[in-house]
């Protein structure tokens, strides 16, 4: 097929190496170079390089409103677009130019988690599982029917930077399925029951509550992981929590029970991983032994 890509972060590289083995890649939408780094130059995003290494031509317009992008757009020819984690709303006149329309890859089980951040919020609701839905595109904020869909538990331990690779490969997986399947394919409308919505994670929401039962702030830790990271003041050091399960143990909320085993509002939480300001992320052990705790983290 001839197929357009439409995809920023890394969560879209594979799906776009899966794509480019067995199709024609006309052309790769992507999100424009921004500033990054201690010198802010612009970087092109992981799906722009990705796309320049597989030799595959790059576009990344600023928006797609304007009619002549949307006619560059239109004279590709494309049987389809596919599109994951894009950053852009797409306008009609883009959904409608390829000749099967746009199918979408979104990491939740659909209805459940639309929106932005659909893989932090499956963990830290407590969700037991989350998957990947293969979607044809309308103009609603993922409303389109379903062609196909795969599950995966979450487990005790997962984090979301686990989720994302696992969830990665299965679009990629999937998304080839989907094509080779697409004239067989019956679109399976949304039910309007069990929606909700996967808001973008606002900093704010980082700071840990130790006044919360433990399985809430066990599922903060994880879910925010790696980023933005929840966290902890020590002293004058903000300290990211980036692993935790569930521990024994009870005291006063914030109370350090032992090592970097903290009381909650009810029960207890050990954190595996953490990461000073300015360091790499290391084992709790690692991180205990330049950092001393004080007897309660506010």
Known sequence: MKIVFMGTPAFSVPVLQALAARHDIVAVYTQPPRPAGRGKADRPSPVHQAALALGLPVRHPARL???AD????????ADVAVVVAYGLILPQGVLDAPRLGCLNIHASLLPRWRGAAPIHRAIMAGDAATGICIMQ??????TGPVLLREETVIGPLDTTADLHDRLSAMGAALIVQALDRLPDLVPQPQPQDG????AKIDKAEARVDFTQPAAVVDRLIRGLSPFPGAWVQVGDERVKLLRSRLAEGA???GQVLHDFTIACGTGAVEVLEAQREGKRPMAAGEVLKGLTLPAQLA
Request: aromatic share 8%.
């Open 65 to 67: 409103k304007d009619p």
């Open 70 to 77: 949307q006619a560059d757009f239109a004279a590709l020819g």
């Open 137 to 142: 595109m309308e103009a609603g904020l993922d």
């Open 195 to 198: 929606v909700t919505y996967a």
């Open 251 to 253: 005291g006063a909320p």
